[in-house]
C-alpha cells in the first residue's frame, strides 16, 4: 500500500492528541519527535525533515492552538496543511501548445519505467480527446523500441521509428513533419536513459530540446529510489530544465520518501503518479488528496472518479432493481466483482476511504486472493446455475469445486452467503423505501 509505514507511523503520532481536551508544549514537542523518526525512516531527505518539524512545531505551540477548546484536532489540521504544502500545495497539470502539435520530451535514469510512462501518459490525455503520437528517440537500450510499439500496439497508438541507427536529434524533428502531415496534436517523445547521468547522456538531451524545442520536459523517477531521486532530479532540472515530474512506483512505495521531498528540494511540481503495472494506472497528482490519504483522512474524491470510470450508470440502475426484488444473480454478482477490480487493488481503493486504518489494510491482499477463488466458483457454474442457484445439488457441487479448484466446502459456503446477502439487500431497500437507517451485519462474500 502507499506510503504503509509513514502512514501508519504518521497516524499513530497524531492520534494521540486527536481526543484531548489540554494539550501542552511538552505533547506537541513529544508528537515532532515521532513524527520526525517518521520522517527519516521514510527516507525523507534530512533538510525537508527539519523545515517541516520547525513550521509545524512552530504552529503548534501558538496560544490559539494551545488554548483551543480542541487542540489536538487543531494540530492535526497543522500537521495535514504543511504536508499538502510539502508535496506541492495545488496539483499541476501540463499545458498545451497553442500551435500543434505540442511536444513532450520524457526524461529520466534507465529503469524509471519511461517507456511504459510515455504511452499511459498517451492513453490519458487522448481521453481528454488528444491525437497521440509516440516517437521512439531511445536508440541505445536493447529493444527499447520494440518495448514502445508494443506498449503503442496494446493502446491502439501510434508509434514514430525510423530504427536505431539514426541519431535521435533526426529521429525528433522527423516524428513533428510526421505528426504535423497525420494530424497529430501530442507528440510524447520517448528518450534514451542511462544507469548514471553523466555528460553524453545530458548534451544529447539538450540537443533534442533544442532541436524540437518541447512544451514540457517530464522527468520520470522511480519513487522507491528514495533520495537518490532528489539527486537526480537537481541534475536534470540544473543541465536541462524540467518543467514536471512522473512518479513511477508510488504503489510500491512503503515509504513514501521521493513524494515527500522531490517538490520541497527542486521546487519542480509532480503532475502525475503511477499506481500499477497496468497501462491505465496512471493519475494526476493532487497534493491535498495525498496528504489525507497519509493522514487516514481518505480521498473521496478519487474513489468517486475511479468509481465513476469503471461502473456504467444504466447497469448500477439495473442492479439497484434487483436488489430490491431479490432478483439479484451471480451473473449480476460477477459482473460486479470485476468492475469493482477496474477500481485498481482492493488495499488502494479501501485506502480512500477516510479513517481506514492502514495497519488494518495490511491483510488486504488475503481478500483479493478470497475474490480471486470467488471468482473462480461462480466462473466454473453453468449459466443456468448462476440465473438459478437453487438447482446446484450435490453433484453439481463437486463439479464447480473440481472445476476452480476449490473445494466442496468453499461453494458450499459461497452459496449460503449469497443467499443471505441477497436477504440483507432486500432489507436495505425497504429500509432505504421506509427512511430506516441501519445495515445490519452485512458481509460480502470475500
Do not use: W
Not at 502512514?7 to 484531548?20: C, F, I, P, T, W
Not at 501518459?121 to 520494440?146: F, H, W
Not at 439479484?328 to 479513517?355: A, N, R
Not at 432486500?426 to 441501519?438: E, R
Request: net charge positive; glycine share 8%; charged share 30%.
Amino acid at each position: 500500500m502507499i506510503f504503509e509505514g509513514l502512514s501508519g507511523k504518521l497516524q499513530d503520532a497524531v492520534n494521540k492528541l486527536r481526543g484531548k481536551g489540554r494539550v501542552t508544549e511538552k505533547d506537541v514537542k513529544d508528537m515532532m519527535r515521532e513524527i520526525k523518526l517518521a520522517l527519516l525512516e521514510a527516507d525523507v531527505n534530512f533538510k525537508v525533515v527539519k523545515d517541516f518539524v520547525a513550521k509545524v512545531s512552530e504552529r503548534s505551540v501558538g496560544q490559539d492552538v494551545l488554548d483551543s477548546l480542541t487542540p489536538g484536532q487543531q494540530i492535526i489540521k497543522i500537521v495535514h496543511e504543511e504536508l499538502i504544502e510539502l508535496l506541492g500545495r495545488e496539483s499541476s497539470k501540463v499545458t498545451f501548445s497553442p500551435k500543434s502539435p505540442t511536444v513532450y520530451m520524457m526524461v529520466g535514469l534507465q529503469g524509471s519505467g519511461k517507456t511504459t510512462t510515455s504511452g499511459k501518459l498517451a492513453s490519458l490525455l487522448r481521453k481528454q480527446g488528444k491525437n497521440p503520437l509516440l516517437v521512439a528517440c531511445d536508440i541505445y537500450r536493447p529493444a527499447a523500441i520494440k518495448q514502445l510499439e508494443v506498449v503503442g500496439g496494446q493502446l491502439s497508438i501510434p508509434v514514430f521509428t525510423m530504427g536505431d541507427k539514426i541519431s535521435p536529434v533526426d529521429i525528433a524533428k522527423a516524428a513533428i513533419e510526421h505528426a504535423k502531415l497525420k494530424l497529430h496534436d501530442l507528440v510524447i517523445i520517448d528518450t534514451a536513459g542511462r544507469l548514471h547521468i553523466d555528460d553524453e547522456l545530458m548534451n544529447e538531451l539538450i540537443n533534442v530540446k533544442k532541436a524540437v524545442m518541447p512544451q514540457e520536459i517530464l522527468l520520470v523517477i522511480d519513487s522507491m529510489t528514495g533520495q537518490d531521486a532528489v539527486n537526480v532530479s537537481q541534475s536534470f532540472d540544473e543541465k536541462l530544465g524540467v518543467d514536471g515530474i512522473i512518479l513511477t512506483k508510488l504503489d510500491g512505495d512503503t515509504r513514501g520518501g521521493a513524494a515527500l521531498s522531490v517538490k520541497a528540494v527542486t521546487g519542480k511540481p509532480i503532475k502525475f503518479a503511477g499506481m500499477g503495472e497496468k497501462l491505465s494506472d496512471l493519475e494526476p497528482f493532487f497534493p491535498d488528496r495525498m496528504a489525507s490519504r497519509i493522514l487516514g483522512m481518505g480521498d473521496v474524491l478519487s474513489l468517486i472518479e475511479k468509481a465513476q470510470e469503471a461502473f456504467d450508470e444504466k447497469k448500477a440502475l439495473e442492479l439497484e432493481k434487483k436488489m430490491r426484488t431479490m432478483q439479484f444473480t451471480f451473473e449480476d454478482f460477477l459482473d460486479q466483482m470485476q468492475q469493482i477490480k477496474k477500481m485498481g487493488p482492493l488495499s488502494q481503493v479501501l485506502g480512500m476511504i477516510p479513517g481506514m486504518n492502514t495497519k488494518a489494510l495490511q491483510g488486504a491482499d488475503l481478500d483479493e486472493k478470497k475474490m480471486g477463488r470467488v471468482e473462480a466458483i461462480i466462473k466454473s457454474m453453468t449459466k443456468q446455475e448462476r440465473l438459478e442457484p437453487s438447482i446446484i445439488n450435490g453433484s453439481r457441487r463437486r463439479r464447480i469445486a473440481s472445476g476452480s479448484g476449490t473445494t466442496i466446502q468453499e461453494v458450499n459456503k459461497l452459496l449460503k452467503e449469497f443467499e443471505e446477502m441477497k436477504k440483507l439487500m432486500k432489507v436495505m431497500g425497504d429500509m432505504g423505501k421506509h427512511g430506516k437507517k441501519g445495515l445490519g451485519k452485512f458481509k460480502l462474500p470475500f
